[in-house]
Nanobody, 116 residues
Framework: QVQLVESGGGSVQAGGSLRLSCAAS????????MDWYRQAPGKERELVAG???????TYADSVKGRFTISRDIAKNTLYLQINSLEPEDTAVYYC??????????WGQGTQVTVSS
């Protein structure tokens, strides 16, 4: 009953910025928690940032201070502002939601490529 669609990825130079979006549709009132993951080539998928319905945010140590997670409740959209990009940030970024009753929903992913 919940669908997620990411957008905003692309190719940028090191030091640049991107803003990723995740549009949620369906029964969005069932969403308990949303977050962003990423998966780089040859690596496991890792948690980047999360945001609860109450507005509490969490970040991975590797991105803290550079990435900011936010939301537009009226638009049912989650955002990830990425600043000071480094080549190590190159990955497919996935939007994820925990839906009542604790069911996981994933977006299709959006590619972020950072060149030096």
């Amino acid at each position: 009953q919940v669908q997620l669609v990411e957008s905003g990825g692309g190719s940028v130079q090191a030091g640049g910025s991107l803003r990723l979006s995740c549009a949620a549709s369906g029964r969005t009132s069932d969403i308990i928690f949303m977050d962003w993951y990423r998966q780089a080539p040859g690596k496991e998928r890792e948690l980047v940032a999360g945001l609860s319905r109450s507005g509490s945010s969490t970040y991975a140590d590797s991105v803290k201070g550079r990435f900011t997670i936010s939301r537009d409740i009226a638009k049912n959209t989650l955002y990830l502002q990425i600043n000071s990009l480094e080549p190590e940030d190159t990955a497919v970024y996935y939007c994820h939601a925990v839906v009542n009753i604790y069911h996981n929903v994933w977006g299709q992913g959006t590619q972020v490529t950072v060149s030096s």
